[in-house]
Structure formats: structure tokens, C-alpha cells
């Protein structure tokens, strides 16, 4: 039997609610645990619900996506949290990247799209849609030096900043998942970088991708 994703959806427009509550049910492996219309009941559900994943608005009113997504990796650090947001501005993205958002995707995406985010986002990867992306992408205008890095861990660099997980990297590379992990501690170590989120920032600013 498969285990489903338990979601909490999180927006301040009931209208936007409903249609991704019905959109989502239509998924055989997602379950729409429960909704709240901002951050703060965000985390008193998602406590009492414990979802494996939320889904959350960026725009909300007493607590925004922004801060709602700092208390949860302080308080809830298990619970995916997946962005849906209107603004593609570099500020924003970067702001939540930082604050431990697992992935950021506009409202003007497909509902398939989005189901394949919060798919993506559940087995550990991370996700931004096309649009968000493109925006950090462009407007990266860092440069930093890869050197200290080796030509494997750069290459498991790359795979691990455009979502895949430890086990597709592995797939991907013909290695061990036991050796992707070494690797992955060693970038960390290496650029002084501890999270997912952190890494795609730091390849975007370095073209080291192009999603």
C-alpha cells in the first residue's frame, strides 16, 4: 500500500484553497491533512496534524510564508515546506532559500507541474519552478571559486542542486548512495554550506546549473 504525502495547504484566499484542496485529492498518493489561512495557524495545525510536507503561500497576513518558514525549521525542522507565490523577484526566492524553504513555485504554474514539486520536494530534493529560477539565475551576479572542490564532488554538486536525491545521484554517477553522502558532507564542509537550499544558491550564482 502506498504511503500517501500528508499536506497541509496554506493560503490566506479560500478560493485558492479549494481549488488546490480539489486538485490535490485527485492525487492517489497525496492527502490533504488540513488548511490554514496563514503562518501562525500554519504551525498550530501543522503541529497538531504533523504533515509531512506544507505548502505555503508567501503573501499572508499576522504571520508570512517568510517568517512561518523560519519558526518551522526552528520548531518543525522534519516538515518539507514547499513556497507558492506570485512574486518571481530575486529578493524574495533568496530570502526564503535562506529561511529553509525547500523549494519555490509560481502560481502560474500547471497543476501537473505542481504535483511534481511537491512529489520532488517529499523524497528529499529540492524545487523551483521555471520561472523562479530564470529569476535567480539572471540576476546572480556573484562570483565565487570552486577549486577547493574535486571534479566528483562538483559533479554531485550539480546533480544534488537540481533536486535529485542521494539515490538518483547515485543512479546518475554509477556510484554508492554511502559515497553521494560522503560527498555531499564534504561540499558542505568544503563551502561552509549546511543545507540543500544553500547549495542551489550557491550553484545558481556560480552558473554552475541552469534550470
Same mark, same amino acid.
Given at each position: 500500500?502506498?504511503? *500517501?504525502?500528508?499536506?497541509? #495547504?496554506? %493560503?490566506?484566499h =479560500?478560493?485558492? /484553497?479549494? &481549488? $488546490?484542496? +480539489?486538485?490535490?485529492?485527485?492525487?492517489?498518493?497525496?492527502?490533504?491533512?488540513?488548511?490554514?489561512?496563514?503562518?501562525?495557524?500554519?504551525?498550530?495545525?501543522?503541529?497538531?496534524? *504533523?504533515?509531512?510536507?506544507? #505548502?505555503? %503561500?508567501?503573501? =499572508?497576513?499576522? /504571520?508570512? &510564508? $517568510?517568517? +512561518?518558514?523560519?519558526?518551522?525549521?526552528?520548531?518543525?525542522?522534519?516538515?518539507?515546506?514547499?513556497?507558492?507565490?506570485?512574486?518571481?523577484?530575486?529578493?524574495?526566492?533568496?530570502?526564503?532559500?535562506?529561511?529553509?524553504?525547500?523549494?519555490?513555485?509560481?502560481?502560474?504554474?500547471?497543476?501537473?507541474?505542481?504535483?511534481?514539486?511537491?512529489?520532488?520536494?517529499?523524497?528529499?530534493?529540492?524545487?523551483?519552478?521555471?520561472?523562479?529560477?530564470?529569476?535567480?539565475?539572471?540576476?546572480?551576479t556573484?562570483?565565487?571559486?570552486?577549486?577547493?572542490?574535486?571534479?566528483r564532488?562538483?559533479?554531485?554538486?550539480?546533480?544534488?542542486?537540481?533536486?535529485?536525491?542521494?539515490?538518483?545521484?547515485?543512479?546518475?554517477?554509477?556510484?554508492?548512495?554511502?559515497?553521494?553522502?560522503?560527498?555531499?558532507?564534504?561540499?558542505?564542509?568544503?563551502?561552509?554550506?549546511?543545507?540543500?537550499?544553500?547549495?542551489?544558491?550557491?550553484a545558481?550564482?556560480?552558473?554552475?546549473?541552469?534550470?
Open positions: 500500500m502506498i504511503k *500517501k504525502i500528508r499536506a497541509l #495547504l496554506v %493560503d490566506d =479560500m478560493l485558492v /484553497l479549494d &481549488g $488546490l484542496q +480539489a486538485r490535490l485529492e485527485l492525487e492517489t498518493n497525496i492527502d490533504v491533512v488540513g488548511t490554514a489561512s496563514n503562518g501562525l495557524e500554519a504551525l498550530h495545525k501543522s503541529a497538531e496534524l *504533523k504533515p509531512d510536507l506544507v #505548502l505555503m %503561500d508567501v503573501s =499572508m497576513p499576522i /504571520l508570512n &510564508g $517568510l517568517e +512561518a518558514t523560519k519558526r518551522f525549521k526552528a520548531e518543525q525542522p522534519g516538515v518539507k515546506i514547499l513556497m507558492l507565490s506570485m512574486h518571481n523577484d530575486k529578493e524574495y526566492i533568496l530570502s526564503l532559500i535562506q529561511s529553509g524553504a525547500n523549494g519555490y513555485v509560481l502560481k502560474d504554474v500547471s497543476s501537473d507541474e505542481l504535483v511534481q514539486a511537491i512529489n520532488t520536494v517529499h523524497q528529499g530534493g529540492t524545487y523551483f519552478s521555471s520561472g523562479a529560477s530564470d529569476s535567480l539565475f539572471s540576476a546572480s556573484v562570483s565565487h571559486q570552486c577549486e577547493a572542490l574535486t571534479k564532488e562538483m559533479a554531485v554538486l550539480k546533480e544534488v542542486a537540481i533536486g535529485l536525491s542521494n539515490k538518483e545521484v547515485a543512479q546518475s554517477l554509477n556510484i554508492s548512495v554511502r559515497t553521494v553522502e560522503t560527498h555531499r558532507q564534504n561540499i558542505k564542509n568544503k563551502l561552509n554550506i549546511h543545507t540543500s537550499a544553500g547549495l542551489i544558491k550557491y545558481l550564482a556560480n552558473q554552475l546549473i541552469d534550470l
